[in-house]
Nanobody
Framework: EVHLVESGGGLVQPGASLRLSCAGS????????MAWVRQAPGEGPEWVSS????????NYADSVKGRFTISRDSAKNTVYLQMNSLKPEDTAVYYC?????WGQGTQVTVSS
């Protein structure tokens, strides 16, 4: 059974940083592209970033480009999202995604 478990969310002030982690199990993590998707209250899901199975070709939504960095450690079956210079509009539930699967999400709240 596939499991994706996110962690690292929290309540921070504008300008702060957070590092999200997503641990995968139940599938061959190293052969899949991975992504982060977020959903703000009252809005639909928004793709944030993705990374190839080999750790290359990171891509970012324009709204986070230059502030967020995606990475992965396939030896640990984990994908990360380093989020810097956080803004209130980054407030959302952040989900880790593999093809056909999402995790349960972790809440990120940016507020003064």
């Amino acid at each position: 059974e596939v499991h994706l478990v996110e962690s690292g969310g929290g309540l921070v002030q504008p300008g702060a940083s957070l590092r999200l982690s997503c641990a995968g199990s139940g599938f061959t993590f190293g052969v899949y592209d991975m992504a982060w998707v977020r959903q703000a209250p009252g809005e639909g899901p928004e793709w944030v970033s993705s990374i190839n199975s080999d750790g290359g070709s990171p891509n970012y939504a324009d709204s986070v480009k230059g502030r967020f960095t995606i990475s992965r450690d396939s030896a640990k079956n984990t994908v990360y999202l380093q989020m810097n210079s956080l803004k209130p509009e980054d407030t959302a539930v952040y989900y880790c995604a593999a093809p056909g699967y999402w995790g349960q999400g972790t809440q990120v709240t940016v507020s003064s």
